[in-house]
DNA sequence: CATAATGGAGAGCGCTACTATCGAAGTCAA
DNA sequence: TTGACTTCGATAGTAGCGCTCTCCATTATG
């Protein structure tokens, strides 16, 4: 299949694939010759990859390091996680403090040094957010939140695939990125339905 | 206080708050005379909402609308919700198929009709992301996606104040947008924890 | 009165995700 | 073999976003 091809199957313009070929995401076809490649079933589904990921709003930057992950996997499955959050986590040069949020996920089952400092990192910056806007989160509320997503993360990580290593990878690598948007229409959608229920017609 | 002053209060540069103010973000503040204004307490306020709205990934054109729903909000309570989350959710013109969307929020308490036609269009977006990468969420994993969030709009919806309409809105536009970041870092944080407990160190 | 700050508005910048164009080289039906 | 079409690879250009810079007339401030 030549690029056209791909570009049929996908959906994609042929000029965008070939700029995700010269940023690295989609790896070059099979040369034919010196202006030819061609490219297989795997090109579609990477390039399918690629796509969701963009739609689900991770930058080229951090879709090229998901990819990175997915090709080259972490060799203990415990460093599956972290790995895949890395990639999508912005580095952090400024220096916040963490005592409130290592305080905050003990609730999680957190012990010092159990994850990474960029994802702690990402509940402080979050509860900073919240805190220069002026926004307190009520006392009923926070253990809510914390209890859900400790079951929700449990469920994830018992549902990890253990048969083979690709498989699991793709679930951690894919899983940790592309369901945030569903959890948070979900949430959305959830809200509505509380609110219609105490607020009535 | 001056516009000096509402930039050293808020770290915010003072260009900025130019562009914020022709941007409509930020109101004028009362003026002197045809070339002065002093800006009150309300505006350090309000410039620390739109910079936590922006920190967390919100556009302009977004603030701009969430700012309106605090600033001019709905009469019913019920809709207090449908406004502020339209607010944040992009127009679509893509009619996508609801069906599957519909079928699985029905497990929310979800009725038809019963909330934004925008809010499910977002759930069926995410679907189709999760599909297109040929991710499939568990079958021991979506019920509890479900149930943690149904039970954390329940606490939330719970806890909207309820003695000033004032607080209402603010609570509900501020929490529905600020929130997430949290809760994806959460998420984080705990796939991590039970990732170290199911494979060790 | 000199200096500095203000408000208003347009232009420019740096970044991101594309998109358009080009020429040389290759493919394929007639 | 011819001629239309496609491909590769590279360079340049585009649109939108969130600022940031610059300018100038006006207006406080020491």
Not at 4 to 19: C, D, E, F, N, R
Not at 21 to 32: H, I
Not at 135 to 147: Q, R
Not at 157 to 176: H, N
Request: hydrophobic share 45%.
């Amino acid at each position: 299949m030549r690029i056209s091809g791909l570009s049929a199957q996908t959906g994609v313009t042929v000029p965008t694939i070939k700029y995700y070929l010269r940023e690295g995401l989609l790896p070059e076809g099979e040369r034919s010759s010196p202006t030819q490649a061609s490219y297989s079933e795997k090109h579609v589904e990477r390039l399918r990859v690629i796509r969701a990921l963009l739609d689900a709003g991770v930058s080229i930057a951090e879709t090229r390091r998901v990819l990175a992950t997915l090709d080259d996997p972490p060799e203990s499955a415990n460093d599956l996680l972290g790995t895949a959050h890395a990639a999508i986590t912005p580095e952090v040069d400024e220096t916040l403090d963490l005592t409130d949020a290592e305080r905050l996920v003990t609730a999680l089952g957190w012990k010092p040094g159990m994850c990474d400092v960029a994802v702690l990192n990402a509940v402080a910056r979050a509860m900073q957010g919240l805190e220069s806007a002026g926004f307190v989160v009520p006392e009923s509320v926070m253990p809510e939140y914390l209890a859900s997503m400790r079951r929700i993360a449990d469920a994830e990580i018992a549902a990890v695939p253990s048969e083979s290593a690709e498989a699991a990878v793709r679930y951690v690598v894919l899983g940790s990125v592309l369901v945030e948007p569903l959890l948070l229409a979900l949430r959305r959608v959830a809200q509505q339905v509380a609110s219609g229920e105490r607020f009535g017609e």
